[in-house]
T-cell receptor, first 112, second 113 residues
């Protein structure tokens, strides 16, 4: 079955450590996105990529980094520079254009 | 710039009652509109979408929405809700050109027995 896989589902890290969240899709989609979800704030765009080897900052990119070396993969690194990293992170993909986005199940990151 | 406003953060309703979740957007150009549903600790799934054509669109689980260009609204309705409809609902808009979806803050639909 085609879809988007995020791993792990839950992640705990100590403050000051970098952590990488995985996102893989087998839908052959060109566009991929990372969103951060906090209670009452909806989804905020961190980074997006519309093609391999190219990505753009979203609204809240500070403290995050991404890579897009393969069409299927769009990992997100939460660096120690991110002041409030504890959140629910959602990865999505679409064929591009005005098509709807397909979402992974999310990764809940807790930094202690 | 595009923005999305979901007018209610929480909507409580009794089972089998009708419900409307409201969404307004701001954009001066053509937009594409979506509603997504999120169950607890899960990702989002598409409820329905408006791209062009008929302003009344039907989605999954008996939901439907009407695109109103003059009022820049895209409210979603269901004539009779079920307990299983309890979830978070997000409205999203994508502008022609970049197509990067912008999401509203979400509306929590709580269906009481």
């Amino acid at each position: 079955d085609g879809g988007i896989t995020q791993s792990p589902k839950y992640l705990f890290r100590k403050e000051g450590q970098n952590v990488t969240l995985s996102c893989e899709q087998n839908l052959n989609h060109d566009a991929m996105y990372w969103y951060r979800q906090d209670p009452g704030q909806g989804l905020r765009l961190i980074y997006y990529s519309q093609i391999v080897n190219d990505f753009q900052k979203g609204d809240i990119a500070e403290g995050y980094s991404v890579s897009r070396e393969k069409k299927e993969s769009f990992p997100l690194t939460v660096t120690s520079a991110q002041k409030n990293p504890t959140a629910f992170y959602l990865c999505a993909s679409s064929i591009g254009g005005f098509a709807e986005a397909f979402f992974g199940q999310g990764t809940r990151l807790t930094v202690v | 710039a595009q923005s999305v406003t979901q007018l209610d953060s929480q909507v409580p309703v009794f089972e089998e009652a009708p419900v409307e979740l409201r969404c307004n957007y701001s954009s001066s150009v053509s937009v594409y509109l979506f509603w997504y549903v999120q169950y607890p600790n899960q990702g989002l799934q598409l409820l329905l979408k408006y791209l062009s054509g008929s302003t009344l669109v039907k989605g999954i689980n008996g939901f439907e929405a009407e695109f109103n260009k003059s009022q820049t609204s895209f409210h979603v309705r269901k004539p009779s809700v079920h307990i299983s409809d309890t979830a978070e609902y997000f409205c999203a808009v994508a502008l022609g050109g970049s197509y990067i979806p912008t999401f509203g803050r979400g509306t929590s639909l709580i269906v009481h027995p």
